[in-house]
């Protein structure tokens, strides 16, 4: 560590010089390790870890932090229980009380100039997402309410994709990252894989294949760990595995595959096929998403409508399709069986609430307003007003989320002014409740 930081004392001296200036300055000062369970580090940082902590506890103003995945934890601290107690193991649930302030710097990092929604998906809490969401749309200028699920991905696969061309030497026009990826998800549902697991040595030999094939010289598989689309890492049998990192684009990516399948073999082979599909449900709502875009279909024609996954996967597709005018068939379903059953309603009208300020969208505040005045007084009361409440009370919903972007103090310049006009129409609604808090908020 000391020659890589191109330093001419012992690591002793180091530590003693910086215990010195923290207590000059009457500041504990924090040495910092991220990713312990990286490249060779599972095996480094086991042997030398408690060698290290213990010289860092002679010093009293320093600290040591340490990340590492939560898979790497247990095989970390095998038989060395006493070194497991010398720490304070926190997990990290992500930007889910920052998010607005993260996307900000975020989108400033990559050049990203955004015309700003109040509702932003609630896939930006997740900093995985976040930063696949900037790779693919760096130094652009976005919409974010105009974003759909197949840009994310597809954008971001090219952004990797020229990364690693320009590393292993081969055309952009190839995106080697997508067919590695199909490859690794091919592998997974062929082996009917429980997890997104795949035995490193089995992934390796995927790659090769690919390497051999379009004569690539240097490694993918290193490459595509290096820029995080996949991730190394060990099971809890001790055995190491890759992955791919966001588990979203691995079902984006299946459901790519086989929505080509069922135009080829027709609904019948499909269904047959695919049966157990029904209990997968992020893998449903990736169908949901990708079949209108790819075929004639709707996923409730293919499986029982009134399924609650088929019902769930359909209501939570709905903001992330890239068509925003629906069919007369999808409103069709949405009436006699989505708002017939209680799951149903529960979730389709939540998802009109992350739609609600998306111009010129069939499901926008404009069309959820005409719905709820067509009820009389004592009908709408008694079927909205417990909804809001549960929604408002039910951390990160759309509810708190809209009303969380109205208090938060960041410039809200480019704001549309359609936007706020149906994010204040949609804010209105909130106002049937007879809960003080929400209606004092939303005031």
Known sequence: MISILDLSCSFEELLEDLNALGAKEQSKIILFIDALNEGNGKNIWNEHLAGIVEMIKKYSWLGLVASIRTEYVDNLFADKSSLKEKFVLVKHNGFSTVEHHAVKKYFDSYGINCMEVPLSEPEFRNPLFLRLFCEGFRNCTINLSQINFTDIYKNFLVAVNRKVAAKCNYSIRMNMVEKV???????????????????????????????????????????????????????????????????KLEDYLYAEMIANDLNEKGIAIFKEKYSNLIRYGDVLEALAIVLPESSKYELFEIYEQNNSNIIKSFCRSLKWRKNTKLEKKVFDYINKVVLRTN?????????????????????????TIKYILSFDMPDRDSIFIPLLDQLYYEEGSPINRLLEWCFVHIDKTNVLDDTVRLGASMLATFLITSNKSLRDKTT
């Open 343 to 367: 799951i149903g309603f529960e979730t389709f009208f939540e998802e009109l609430i992350f739609m609600s300020v998306k111009i010129g969208h069939d499901l926008n505040a404009e069309k």
């Open 181 to 247: 990826i199909h490859r690794i998800v091919e592998y997974k549902y062929y082996h009917n894989l429980k997890n997104n697991f795949i035995p490193l040595n089995d992934a390796c030999e995927l790659v090769i294949e690919v390497e051999k094939k379009y004569n690539i010289h240097n490694s993918l598989l290193d490459e595509l760990i290096s820029n995080g689309v996949l991730t190394q890492n060990v099971g809890y049998d001790g055995n190491e595995y890759v992955f791919v990192t966001y588990e």
